[in-house]
């Protein structure tokens, strides 16, 4: 099985910074585009920044210059540094990726559980 799990989350006070990783383990051939999501209590899901194989990034406008998605390909890894966090960054952060294992037939889409983000003064 693949398991995708998150870490880093906290409580911080607007203006501080906390970076969040996301590690994947398990029966995997390869890890392709993987992204970050984030949800707040009675909102949708968010893509918040996507990062292909080769380094590749977009970001969602309310996070472009403060927060930076990267990733270790060699440690099935991936990071998100998020800078000068506001209090509506406040949001259950979830990776997310597309990769291929030998136990199921062509590309899946994997899910972390979450981690929370709370900014607050």
């Known amino acids: 099985q693949v398991q995708l799990v998150e870490s880093g989350g906290g409580l911080v006070q607007p203006g501080e910074s906390l970076k969040l990783s996301c590690a994947a383990s398990?029966?995997?051939?390869?890890?392709?585009?993987m992204d970050w999501y984030r949800q707040a209590p009675g909102n949708q899901r968010e893509l918040v920044a996507h990062i292909t194989r080769g380094g590749s990034t977009t970001y969602v406008d309310s996070v472009k210059g403060r927060f930076t998605i990267s990733r270790d390909n060699a440690k099935n890894t991936l990071y998100l540094q998020m800078n000068n966090l506001k209090p509506e960054d406040t949001a259950v952060y979830y990776c997310h990726a597309f990769i291929t294992s030998p136990v199921v037939t062509g590309m899946s889409a994997y899910w972390g559980r979450g981690t929370q983000v709370t900014v607050s003064s």
């Open positions: 398990g029966r995997i051939f390869s890890i392709y585009d």
